[in-house]
């Protein structure tokens, strides 16, 4: 059996095999703004103009950095932005592309086959040392070295296939925003920066996703905030939290929400019985009575809209439902997109997904739709 002192061994040779390889630059331009289509089963994308980059004839699409990964089958290839393919179809490469790289089995200097990282040319720029490999996320990636039983204990390398947290672990998540959390068999949670520094603060049992640079932290069942430096701006003492949006928290206090700035000073008093995150600057809160109103990050009331249902903004634009039917308001509440649809959802890089009849697509800001298809 493979002791803790043996498997970082293994790991200090992974390593070294990986620093033996240069990293080559990923060939393809950064991908433009798509969107997802689908006819049945099967999936597409469109450009923002509502052209196609990939018809909908595939099993899975996933958009990567810098090539979009489509699935037919058993078999995986990958389009530039224009719907170019760069790979054609192909059993090697079978996730997507992220920071420029993709994992891919190959032969490892003992001779067993080990996954290790491929550019677009699908040449091995980080070479086959690890026994489980998944997509790099934020410059990181987390691997996994087999003991002589075969359970595999994960850690995490970065772009240059250093090894920054040692595969020693039972479970690590999905780095983001720069932090990597790790579990152990019992359940324990650490966090860690890109160097591998333990920045877990005491008392705390878990650890969010990183949001705008500022995580949630968990005291039981009781929550709080750090940077993710580290640093504890905020004692986990909220019932409820949300993810910081648009440089603002919402929290629960007393039987009611409100929110709190970067620095953790409660800045919008708890008053409202419901409300939602901020976003273009704006949140929409809900007081006695169910009255439904937008305030700014000052708490001022700016904006009451007359309908059913009003959404968040986004993009300048909030969804609205009229007469039973759904359109949107501008940050005047005056209607720009007349309420016609069954459903809408946000604008998201100038377009949103909207249904009518049997007919669902995707519309610009003036209501017209760039594209269409028949339910």
């Known amino acids: ?65 810098p090539l979009i990964m489509v699935r037919k089958g058993s078999r995986t290839a990958y389009a530039d932005g224009q719907g170019r393919f760069v790979i054609e179809p192909q059993d090697e490469l079978g996730q997507p592309f992220a920071d420029g790289l993709s994992p891919m089995r ?43 039983w075969g359970a595999v204990r994960h850690g995490v390398i970065d772009r240059s296939g250093r090894l920054v947290v040692p595969a020693v672990h039972a479970k690590v998540l999905t780095p983001a925003g720069g932090l990597v959390r790790v579990e152990s068999a019992e359940r324990t949670h650490r966090v860690f920066d890109r160097e591998g520094r333990d ?29 993710t430096a580290g640093e504890v701006i905020v004692a986990p003492r909220f019932d409820q939290a949300s993810d910081f949006k648009d440089g603002m928290a919402r929290v629960w206090a007393d039987g009611r929400y409100g929110y709190i700035d970067r620095r953790g000073q409660l800045v919008v008093p708890p008053r409202y019985e419901a409300a939602e995150d901020f976003s273009d600057g704006l949140a929409l ?21 007359e309908a059913e249902r009003v959404w968040p903004f986004s993009q300048g634009l909030a969804a609205v439902r009229i007469g039973g039917k759904h359109g949107f308001v501008d940050k005047r ?3 720009v997109i007349e ?12 377009l949103a997904y909207v249904g009518i009849g049997r007919t669902s697509g ?13 339910r």
């Open 339 to 350: 309420p016609q649809f069954q459903f809408v959802r946000p604008f998201q890089d100038g």
């Open 106 to 148: 190959g032969k490892a200097a003992d001779g067993k086959w080990r996954w290790g990282y491929a550019d677009p040319s699908r040449k091995l720029v980080l070479p086959a040392a690890w026994d489980d490999a998944r997509g790099f996320a934020d410059g990181l990636a987390v691997v996994g070295l087999a003991d002589a």
């Open 199 to 227: 920045l877990t603060p005491a008392g705390v049992d878990f650890v969010g996703i990183p949001s705008e640079g500022i995580v949630r932290i968990w005291s039981g069942r009781r929550q709080g905030f750090m940077t």
């Open 1 to 65: 059996m493979i002791t803790p002192l043996r498997l970082l061994r293994r790991c200090s040779l992974a390593l070294a095999a990986a620093l033996a390889f240069p990293v080559s630059s990923p060939s393809a331009a950064p991908l433009p703004p798509l969107f997802f289509v689908r006819a049945g089963d099967l999936h597409g994308l469109i450009d923002r103009e509502g052209r196609t980059v990939l018809p909908a004839e595939f099993s899975e699409v996933r958009i990567g950095e």
């Open 285 to 305: 809160v809900g007081g006695e009575g169910g009255r439904r109103q937008f305030i700014d990050k000052s708490g001022q009331a700016v904006l009451t809209v």
């Open 333 to 335: 509440g005056q209607v």
């Open 362 to 374: 995707y519309i610009d800001r003036t209501g017209r739709f760039v594209w269409r298809s028949e």
